[in-house]
C-alpha cells in the first residue's frame, strides 16, 4: 500500500567497482571479499550504467574511455576485476560463463529499473531514504597517480551520496511523485536509522490515509 526506496540506484552507480576490482578488507581479512570472492556475487553488478558513453572510466586527461559495464568482453579488454590479478594463471570458462550471465541478468534487472510507461498511472505513497553526506565514486581514472592494477579509485572527482549511491541517482524516475528524506547514515546502514525510518513509515500511512 506504500513504499520505502532506501538507496535504490536509479540513476546507476559504480559505488561497487572498487571491491570488485580491488576487494575490501573485513578487519585485517584481505581474502573474505577478495575481487575473486566478489566476482562471484550477482547483486553488485545490476548497479552499473547501461549506456558504455557514460563518464565512468576516463585517462588522466579526463576523456572518457568508452565501456560496456554489460560486456564481459570490455571487462577483460579493461583488465577489471580478476582480468587484472597478476599471477592468477588463465581465467576458466566457467568464470567466463557465470560473467556473462551475471552480467546479463545484471543488465535485464537495470532496465526495469530505469524504463518508465506513458500510460497514466496512480501510484501509491512513495517515500525515498537516502544521504549526501559521503564522497560517492562516480569515475575512475586509467593509470592515475594511485592505481591499484591499472585504475585510481581516488583520483577522480566524487559525488555526494550514500558512499555507493549517489544522492540524484537515488530518486526515481520524473514522472513518479515522491517525498525525499535524509540522513547521515552510510548506503549499508540506511536503514538502521530507526528514529527516521518509524518517522516516515508513519507518514506514509498517514498519506495514505488520506488519499483513501
Same mark, same amino acid.
Not at 29 to 53: E, G, H, K, M, W
Not at 133 to 152: D, E, F, I, P, Y
Not at 179 to 208: M, P, Q
Given at each position: 500500500?506504500?513504499? @520505502? ?17 580491488? $576487494? ?12 575473486? *570472492? @566478489? ?5 553488485? =553488478?545490476?548497479?552499473?550504467?547501461? +549506456?558504455?558513453?557514460?563518464?565512468? @572510466?576516463?585517462?588522466? %586527461?579526463?576523456?572518457?574511455? &568508452? ?8 571487462? %577483460? ?9 597478476? $599471477?592468477? $594463471? ?27 510507461? #506513458? #500510460?497514466?498511472?496512480? =501510484? &501509491?505513497?512513495?517515500? *525515498?531514504?537516502?544521504? +549526501? ?8 581514472? /586509467? ?11 581516488? %583520483?577522480?572527482? /566524487? ?8 544522492? *540524484? ?11 525525499? =528524506? #535524509? ?5 549499508? =546502514?540506511? @536503514?538502521? +536509522?530507526?528514529?527516521? *525510518? ?15
Amino acid at each position: 500500500h506504500s513504499v @520505502l526506496f532506501a538507496g535504490v540506484p536509479f540513476g546507476s552507480s559504480i559505488g561497487f567497482l572498487e571491491d570488485m576490482h580491488a $576487494g575490501t578488507a573485513t578487519g585485517f581479512n584481505n581474502r573474505i571479499l577478495s575481487p575473486q *570472492v @566478489l566476482f562471484t556475487f550477482a547483486a553488485p =553488478y545490476s548497479l552499473f550504467p547501461l +549506456d558504455p558513453a557514460e563518464p565512468v @572510466l576516463v585517462d588522466r %586527461e579526463g576523456d572518457i574511455i &568508452p565501456h560496456d559495464l554489460y560486456s564481459a568482453d570490455d571487462w %577483460e579488454r579493461q583488465k577489471l576485476g580478476i582480468f587484472a590479478m597478476s $599471477g592468477r $594463471g588463465a581465467i576458466s570458462s566457467e568464470e567466463r560463463a557465470h560473467l556473462r550471465n551475471a552480467l546479463r541478468q545484471a543488465g535485464e534487472f537495470r532496465s526495469l529499473l530505469v524504463c518508465s510507461s #506513458k #500510460k497514466p498511472m496512480v =501510484y &501509491p505513497p512513495i517515500a *525515498v531514504l537516502t544521504s +549526501d553526506a559521503h564522497q560517492t565514486l562516480s569515475a575512475v581514472v /586509467k593509470n592515475g597517480r594511485w592505481a591499484v592494477r591499472g585504475w585510481c579509485f581516488e %583520483e577522480a572527482p /566524487k559525488e555526494q551520496g550514500d558512499g555507493r549511491v549517489s544522492s *540524484v541517482s537515488a530518486l526515481p524516475p520524473s514522472g513518479v511523485p515522491h517525498v525525499v =528524506y #535524509k540522513t547521515e547514515r552510510e548506503h549499508g =546502514y540506511l @536503514l538502521n +536509522d530507526i528514529d527516521l *525510518v518509524s518517522t516516515i513509515l508513519t507518514h506514509l500511512c498517514i498519506t495514505l490515509l488520506i488519499v483513501t
